[in-house]
């Protein structure tokens, strides 16, 4: 295991624990994301489905579907990650992760906002996920707004990074919004 998996491996730990020991607000969270302009227009939402100490999803997912947004759940199929159409009261089931995942086919159509879970990000745009790198892989040819959804302590000044991590475009948290491209790259 070299230093950089090393420190990543560490690193999730400790994010881990500390999002399990504290709570941000979910309120404030969710209004904060529905302030952006660049919202305004989209009609469709890539949205992760909350599960433990993510911040909460299901605030924007029934916001999205009150504004008759289309909107899309990730389901992981084998080492990919597809889109599958959110329906309020489709079965959901649970994935070998725990996550309630929806059914039915994968959207293969162009999705205008993701909004993705992470342990850490930065003030860079690079984000500290889970480890699987499903979420680099299903953005990779994606022109897709990239938005780090989480709480304002999952803010950190630096992260390591590798060149296949797909960065964020904006962090929206409980405290504050950071438009990326406004800062050096």
């Known amino acids: 295991m070299n230093i950089d998996t090393e420190y990543k491996k560490n690193l999730r730990k400790s994010m881990k624990a ?3 020991s504290q709570r941000g607000d979910d309120e404030i969270l969710a209004k904060n994301l529905f302030s952006l ?4 227009d989209k009609t469709t939402f890539f949205v992760y489905n909350a599960f433990g100490s993510e911040a909460d999803t299901m605030p924007v997912i029934e916001r999205l579907l009150q504004e008759n947004k289309k909107i899309f759940l990730p389901r992981v199929e084998g080492k ?3 889109a599958v159409p959110y329906e309020k009261d489709a079965p959901m089931p649970k994935s070998n992760y725990g996550i309630a995942e929806p059914t039915g086919a994968a959207y293969l159509g162009e999705i205008e906002v993701t909004v993705l879970p992470l342990l850490a990000t930065d003030t860079k745009g690079n984000r500290l996920g889970y480890g699987g ?3 680099d892989k299903f953005l990779k040819d994606r022109k897709s ?3 780090g959804y989480c709480y304002d302590f999952q803010v950190l000044d630096e992260l390591c990074a590798q060149p296949h991590d797909v960065k964020l475009d904006i962090v ?3 405290k504050r919004v950071l438009r990326i491209q ?3 790259r």
Not at 37 to 40: D, I, R, V
């Open 37 to 40: 302009p660049e919202l305004q």
């Open 145 to 147: 707004l990239k938005i």
């Open 18 to 20: 500390l999002r399990a």
């Open 133 to 135: 790198g499903y979420y």
């Open 172 to 174: 929206v948290t409980d």
């Open 182 to 184: 406004e800062v050096e």
């Open 80 to 82: 990919d990650m597809v």
